[in-house]
């Protein structure tokens, strides 16, 4: 089975269980929704009539926050599971948005330089080459969009399994390609799901190549001194999970601020 026919069951699967990933945007999140998808305050002050693609984010979270805020709203994901969360409700809340069954890392459908902001949770882990869904991103946006995306750390991908002393194992290659063995200790990971483990030289690297410049990197903390060995948290104090990215789309010759010199990305 491809790993897009795998991931589409194991996500329609998750949505049907009602799993975390398909907690829903609340009134109150809705009545702050920059603030909500933004405490570090990546976004523009207003996204208002701005157009954004929520990226791999079904489930009724991004999208409904982002159009709740005033933006033109597109979703693509692969489970129409979880895109049947973000009709559901955007149609409970009288929102527009427009929802597109696709694979990120083949975006036909939409045009070229379409969206002022792309917004990616948790999602490159689906798919085995990151590059491809780059190039895809780059295309999609304008001159000076904007890239917001979080990734699962390799290193937190490399762990198979927890020793008896409660020291962690890193069971996995960094360079394992294709799709990641089970493991023992399936913190992080979503059941049925296939996964591929993103170097860093690929999570960054690429990005870089494919015209984006990274502004922003930042480690959401995971880690909670009191938790058992077991817990996610647990583990989290010994690897972090998750890396998110802010990035900029640079098509065009630019002055680099603080310099005199200026930088044509092809160059
Ligand atoms: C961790 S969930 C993110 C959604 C959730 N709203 C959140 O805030 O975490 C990952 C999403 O990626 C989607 N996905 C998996 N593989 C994909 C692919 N190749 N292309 C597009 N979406 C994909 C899943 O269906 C799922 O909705």
New binding site residues.
Partial sequence: MS??DQ??R???R??ADNSQ???VATDEECAQPLLTLDSRGWLPASVRGLDVL??????????ILYASAGAHVTV????P???RLDEREAEKRRLSIRTIE????DLHELSDESFDIVHQ???TC??PRIAEVYREIARVLRNDGLYISQHKQPTSLQISDRHQSNEYILGVEYYQSGPLPPTADTSYR?SG?SEYLHRWEQLVGELCRAGFVLEDLVEPCRADPKARPGHYRHRGRFTAPYVRLKARRICESRSIPGTTGVWTPDA
């Fill in positions: 790993y897009r991931n589409r194991a996500w329609d998750l949505a990933f398909t907690r929520c990226l791999a984010s079904g489930g009724g979270w991004q999208a693509v994901d692969l489970s599971g979880m895109l696709a694979s990120m890392d949770p948790v999602s689906y798919v979503e799901a």
